[in-house]
């Protein structure tokens, strides 16, 4: 027989057959008496993790483990999948359970090579029942072998090991909120797409030597010449008092292209190729546009304590200004000034009705759902100022939970003791209180909260 170069080498090298073909899993029946195997692995990411060189070292660990025990005959590997996922929602993982239910499925185990990559929190006990249930082992390398929930050593390592995991996520996350933090007041651009009317260009090498090395830059906004001259109109023609409204029905007889429609490639996410009331309003309200690099506008509610099996939907939720982290000093260049963006935040227009009459809301954009996060609407009433969170943007179901209403005078009032003014002060007065302050009101169903820098109430 006559030997590739590969081989060659190989067996000058004195490695196994196995070896030599690069087998990672042992195919075929187990050794008499040994177990068959089904190996797990995940990685969180795809972008900063390469998944092979994942897969392999933990596959390495996972063979060490069962050594002289069995074989690993399957090998599943879920990618871009975080650990607090239940694994009915990541997919080998999902077919790894429905795997179980197969009486000819051709494992006798389950094992990992690290706890973190298969479970966290209180995920493995819920799923070790299932497992027993169907004559299932799982092997951990933190245990040394199978797990046995009925010892208390087992019991105590497995909680460990769930807090530990969750302590790591948010550990994490911590620290990237540091940095972005650091990296935002230093005016270093974050990453991400570019704000309609700019793009991206190069800004120097990297700060770290080892990606200067490498050939890394950091970028920065520059004004993009075919887009920034709308965003300049959109300020303008605003400040000059003309409706959101009647900015969108310009630009789209105009047929100025939209954000998705100029840069299709950086927002695959979006299908629509028209102007909206929702784009506008999302371009006035951008600080970024006054030249100064903003963060932690927005944030996602994270709930690293809830069990796997319950965990609720992650709410996105805009944040008052003065919890905002602007830069030290300019970081591109602007494209409206800093007058001219405030002076068009404080713009409110008045609303009319079928008959052409004006309606006025004066909390109108202050006011935030407490149970989804949603910015409530305005909505007259029997002749009066009223709004509204009906939680949801499609049909109503059964856990939707009911339209939540407040009239403006309402509000107001309650405003008015918290903020301790006087009784008789002016509606207007209130609300100028609170925009002066750059407050965000909270409305729930019983009670509102006022999140300002100074002042925080409830009512």
């Not at 871009?80 to 795997?99: H, I, K, N, T, V």
């Not at 990296?183 to 090498?205: I, Q």
């Not at 310009?250 to 102007?275: F, I, Y």
């Not at 982290?325 to 713009?347: G, K, M, N, P, Y």
Request: hydrophobic fraction near 35%.
């Amino acid at each position: 027989m006559v030997l590739s170069g590969r081989d060659v080498l190989t067996d000058w090298m004195g490695l196994r057959a196995e070896d030599r073909s690069g087998v990672q899993c042992g195919q075929g029946p187990a050794p008499t008496g040994g177990l068959r195997f089904v190996f797990y692995g995940r990685t969180s990411t795809t972008e900063h993790q390469d998944p092979a060189t994942s897969r392999a070292w933990q596959l390495e660990v996972a063979q060490e483990l069962v050594a002289g025990h069995g074989t690993i005959t399957t090998a599943f590997l879920d990618a871009g999948r975080s650990r607090r996922d239940r694994w009915r929602d990541r997919p080998q993982a999902a077919e790894l359970l429905a795997a179980l239910r197969d009486p000819d499925r051709g494992f006798d185990a389950i094992v990992v090579g690290e706890y973190e990559r298969g479970f966290a929190g209180d995920q493995l006990e819920r799923l070790l029942a299932l497992f027993r249930c169907h004559g299932v082992q799982v092997w951990l390398p933190e245990a040394g072998g199978p797990v046995d929930l009925d010892t208390p050593e087992h019991r105590a390592l497995v909680r460990m090991l769930g807090s530990q995991s969750l302590r790591e996520v948010v550990r994490a996350r911590h620290r990237a909120m540091a940095a972005m933090r650091a990296l935002t007041e230093k005016g270093r651009y974050l990453g991400g797409r570019a704000p309609y009317g700019y793009r991206l260009v190069e800004a120097g090498p990297h700060p770290h030597p080892a990606g200067a090395r490498r050939g890394r830059s950091i970028v920065q906004l520059e004004p993009d010449p075919e887009t920034a001259p709308t965003v300049r109109w959109l300020f303008a023609e605003r400040l000059a008092g003309r409706s959101i409204e009647d900015l969108v029905e310009v630009l789209n007889r105009r047929r100025t292209p939209c954000p998705a429609e100029h840069d299709p490639a950086r927002n695959t996410h979006r299908a629509g190729r028209r102007w909206t009331v929702e784009t506008v309003t999302t371009i006035l309200r951008n600080p970024r546009y006054t030249g100064w690099q903003v963060w932690n506008r927005q944030s996602v509610d994270h709930d690293h304590t809830t069990p796997s099996g319950q965990r609720q939907p992650r709410v996105t939720r805009r944040k008052p200004a003065h919890q905002w982290v602007l830069s030290r000093q300019r970081a591109h260049t602007a494209l409206v000034s800093e007058h001219d963006f405030v002076a068009v935040q404080r713009i409110r227009s008045q609303r009319p009705n079928q008959h052409g009459e004006r309606r006025e809301y004066l909390l109108a954009g202050l006011l935030r759902c407490g149970a989804c996060g949603q910015r409530m609407e305005s909505r007259w009433a029997h002749g009066r100022p009223g709004y509204r969170c009906r939680h949801h943007r499609g049909p109503r179901t059964e856990a939707t939970p009911p339209t939540l209403y407040f009239r403006e005078e309402q509000l107001i009032t309650r405003i008015g003791h918290a903020l301790h003014l006087p009784a008789a002060a002016s509606p207007r007065l209130v609300v100028d209180a609170l925009r002066t302050d750059r407050a965000v009101i909270i409305c729930h169903a019983d009670r509102v909260v006022i999140e300002q820098p100074h002042v925080p109430a409830e009512r």
